[in-house]
């Protein structure tokens, strides 16, 4: 079933695509990418953001992880490329939407980073499906972890598509920010650290220390999670040397991804220490800690609760799966608070042009899981809170899913409300302002690259979507088989 699962996601997740690059991260990931695939190197050409090195060199200051997990998608778009170069359906992106102000409505283009899609076409293309990948391995682990805590094949489905639909990473599964992959390593050492065990505990420590070392070249942020795993195995393996030991052991296999980095930033800044991020560009953790909680909390900008409305099922969910998973509790309890302080000190806490609370996406699925743990238990109340969130969640993703997220700031520019500096930028309500914009803009201009594909070559793009369509409906009628004959044999198990 999980394999019925992946596709699932991945074929939804790659059909709702855009195509192009977003944002500064975005074209700063694919660039590093590409200089690795055609040149072994990690050099790029100067660019905002960009950090100068070693012999006048620059660099991103972003973590290689991204990069790495995209050289074999840019490898297939090099191979399209080859074989059908110029071809229109990988360079369709749309170009204007609306926005209704006062009675009129002002047209707004996006920002101009996505017409590297006109240049590199199939590349880019291909590259950003990467997160559509990491998304839907993201969505199996989250199944996968559901499972682990006794919840039936069919409830952890349904939480699943929560997590897949009506949270941001629905969005983010369309662009190349880390954070996707990030959530999918953090979620990875969380279902394979819990309760390992004896037969495959050596097996399960290895990838464990994979997934986090993965993590630490994503965001060196990673790192102190790595510590916080630790601690939960030390206090949870019954006697205390033998929590020790695994500690350790975890901690070795994480050693890789640490020492990489401290290299990789040896080679290009002259220090282990020099990240990228010691540059005047960035102002550290300058932001007042209260200040930024309130606005990661309850701003109407950047608040979790507005753009992932499942997360309050860990409110529903708090006692009683403490009552049964206190250790557990306290483990998503202490990595959601160090995530939300160090995002909410961090000077550029709303994460720039972007959907919702970015750097708050790793965590919302150990949010999301307790209410889901005790949902299982309590059909009654759960469901229809799961319902309403659910529906409230997909609403709030639909607008930036056909509306491009930089248009919204495109906008805000152009009638004057907000300047380059961001100043205020806490104040503005995208959520909003994209739902007004998808019902003034022509469906013909959504941010789909299905949609624009098919004005440029239609006669392929009908056979993309019917292969497209093919795929879903197996993969759905799988899933359905496993769901009725799991049902099937549990019917038979009480009967006996």
């Known amino acids: 079933m999980r394999t019925s699962i992946f596709f699932f996601f991945l074929v939804l997740f790659a059909v709702t695509t ?25 050099d790029i050409p100067k660019f905002m953001m960009t950090v100068e090195g070693l012999e006048g060199r620059h660099y991103s200051k972003l973590g290689i992880g991204q990069s790495l997990v995209s050289l074999p998608f840019y490898g297939m778009g090099s191979l399209v490329e080859r074989i059908a170069p110029e071809n229109r359906i990988f360079r369709a992106y749309s170009r ?16 101009t980073l996505i017409k590297t899609s006109d240049k590199d076409g199939a590349r880019v293309f291909f590259t950003t499906l990467t997160n559509a990948t990491v998304a839907a ?15 039936s094949p069919g409830l952890a489905f349904v939480g699943t598509l929560l997590l897949g639909f009506a949270t941001p990473l629905w969005v983010y599964s369309r662009d190349l920010f880390a954070e996707p992959l990030f959530a999918c390593c953090l979620v990875a050492t969380f279902y394979l650290l819990r309760e390992p065990g004896a037969s495959s505990e050596h097996r399960k420590f290895v990838l464990a220390g994979f997934a986090s070392s993965l993590g630490i070249l994503v965001r060196m942020s990673f790192t102190p999670i790595v510590g916080i795993f630790a ?24 050693l890789p991804g640490i020492l990489i980095v401290g290299l990789l930033n040896l080679s290009r800044f002259g220090a282990p220490t020099l990240t990228g991020y010691h540059t005047a560009f960035d102002k550290g953790f300058s932001v007042p800690l209260g200040q930024g909680l309130f606005w990661n909390l309850a701003s109407s900008y950047r608040s979790i609760l507005l753009y992932a409305p499942p997360v309050l099922l860990f409110i529903a969910g708090f006692a009683g799966f403490g009552r049964k998973y206190r250790a557990e509790l306290v483990l998503i309890v202490s990595i959601a608070a160090y995530v939300f302080v160090i995002y909410s000190k961090w000077w550029a806490w709303h994460g720039g042009w972007c959907w919702g609370p970015r750097f708050l996406l790793p965590i919302m699925p150990l949010l999301i899981l307790p209410g889901l743990v005790v949902m299982g238990k309590r059909p009654r109340w759960g469901i229809p809170l799961g319902i309403v969130l659910g529906a409230t969640g997909f609403v709030a993703q639909l607008g930036a899913i056909l509306i491009n997220y930089t248009a919204a700031y495109s906008y805000w520019i152009k009638i004057g409300r907000l300047d ?7 104040k503005f309500t995208p959520v909003t302002a994209h739902l007004k914009a998808m019902l003034a803009t022509s ?37 359905v088989k496993h769901l009725r004959t799991g049902q099937l044999e549990r019917s038979a198990q009480l009967e006996s």
């Not at 204007?96 to 047209?107: G, Q």
């Not at 391995?137 to 919840?151: D, E, N, T």
């Not at 006669?459 to 879903?472: D, G």
Request: net charge positive; aromatic share 16%; with cysteine.
């Open 420 to 426: 380059w500096a961001e100043a205020d930028i806490h």
């Open 231 to 254: 601690v939960y195995l030390i206090f949870t393996s019954g006697d205390f040397r033998a929590g020790w030991r695994k500690a350790l052991k975890y901690g070795l296999y994480c």
């Open 443 to 479: 469906p013909a201009n959504y941010d789909l690259w299905v949609v624009q594909a098919c004005r440029v070559g239609r006669s392929q793009c009908v056979w993309i979507i019917l292969v497209f369509a093919a795929a879903i409906i197996l993969a759905t009628i799988r899933i």
């Open 96 to 111: 204007s939407f609306e926005f209704p102000h006062d009675n009129d409505l002002i047209s707004t283009k996006p920002q």
């Open 137 to 151: 391995a993201l969505c199996v682990l989250f199944w996968m972890l559901l499972r682990s805590f006794g919840i």
């Open 18 to 42: 855009a195509g192009h690059i977003y944002t500064i991260d975005g074209y700063l990931n694919y660039s590093v990418t590409k200089s690795m695939a055609s040149r072994a190197a990690l």
